[in-house]
Each structure stands twice: as C-alpha cells, then as structure tokens.
C-alpha cells in the first residue's frame, strides 16, 4: 500500500507561482510513474504532468511552458512547479503513482489551489 499526501496548494494571485508537492510512503517510489491531475469544479479530471521512472516528462498543452514536474526519489517525492497561474489552472490538484509492472494505482486526498486577485 502506498499512501500520498499533497501539500502546497493555496490561494495565489494571477500571474503567480506555487510549488506543489507528494510525498509517497513506501520504499518502492522508484518503481512508480508519478503525475499531477487537476479536477475543477463540474469538470472531469484531467492530466497536468507526468513523469517517468527514468525522469521523461510529459505535460498537458494547458500547462505547456508553465510549469516543470520532478522527482526526487531519494525523499519519495515528487513536485510541479507552476508559474504564471490564471484563474483557468483553479482546481483541486491530486497525485497519481502508477506502478510500472503491476500497474497499481494509487491516488492522494488532493489540494486546492486557488488563482485570484
């Protein structure tokens, strides 16, 4: 079992940045593909970032040139850095790890991050 827990989520002004982290449990994080989706409300939840056990990255056209999605399996984390944040990337952020063989899947509790003036 695999636990996640988000943190740095919050309320930001536009044009703002935040660092948003996951912590994963377990000693197995270097088996995992890790991404960020981001639900909003009344819409589906959609891919942010991923990243690959061997650190090749993936980011959604929405979020392309905005933001940077890295691991640091030494502390089990993994971490998105967004910059010039629009009241569009308002949503609840949640982790996702995906194990690479038995493709398991585990998801966080999810944190808000809010873009307003």
């Known amino acids: 079992q695999v636990q996640l827990v988000e943190s740095g989520g919050g309320l930001v002004q536009p044009g703002g940045s935040l660092r948003l982290s996951c912590a994963a449990s377990?000693?197995?994080?270097?088996?995992?593909?890790m991404a960020w989706y981001r639900q909003a409300p009344g819409k589906q939840r959609d891919v942010v970032a991923r990243i690959t056990t061997g650190g090749s990255t993936y980011y959604a056209d929405s979020m392309k040139g905005r933001c940077t999605i890295s691991r640091d399996n030494a502390k089990n984390t993994v971490y998105l850095q967004m910059n010039s944040l629009n009241s569009e990337d308002t949503a609840v952020y949640y982790c996702?790890?995906?194990?690479?063989?038995?493709?398991?899947?585990?998801w966080g509790q999810g944190t808000q991050v809010t873009v307003s003036s």
């Open positions: 377990g000693s197995t994080f270097g088996r995992f593909n």
């Open positions: 996702h790890a995906l194990h690479i063989f038995t493709r398991q899947e585990y």
